[in-house]
């Protein structure tokens, strides 16, 4: 199954909400993962850009896009960003299919 780095940050007043009564939110996320036949890999809160990281497993694009998708339209976000993580083996594939690509760029004859 494809891997996907999840990155969020809070509202303000989800910090507002977690400071006045902490809450170990990994359960939450394993939870929506595995709704969508997933599986939670790591959650991590970062200094930053962001203010966490989730490492999913899901079956395909359609099911990490339906939990991004559910957990970001809960109100507790101010944002959520995911990657597809490829493979080195999947990245050596696009390498070798890309020799067979030819490209031209914008304004120059081919």
Do not use: C
């Not at 494809?2 to 006045?20: C, D, E, G, M």
């Not at 395909?60 to 809960?74: E, K, V």
């Amino acid at each position: 199954m494809p891997l996907y780095l999840t990155r969020f940050s809070y509202t303000p007043a989800t910090w507002a909400k977690l400071i006045k009564n902490p809450e170990d939110r990994r359960a939450a996320a394993k939870e929506y993962i595995e709704a969508a036949g997933g599986k939670l890999h790591g959650y991590w809160y970062a200094f930053g850009e962001h203010d966490g990281y989730n490492l999913f497993e899901a079956p395909d694009n359609a099911s990490m896009a339906a939990t991004a998708l559910a957990i970001g339209s809960g109100g507790a976000l101010s944002s959520i960003q995911t990657t597809v993580l490829l493979s080195v083996e999947e990245a050596m594939a696009a390498m070798k299919k890309a020799s067979s690509i030819r490209y031209r760029p914008p304004g120059e004859k081919g």
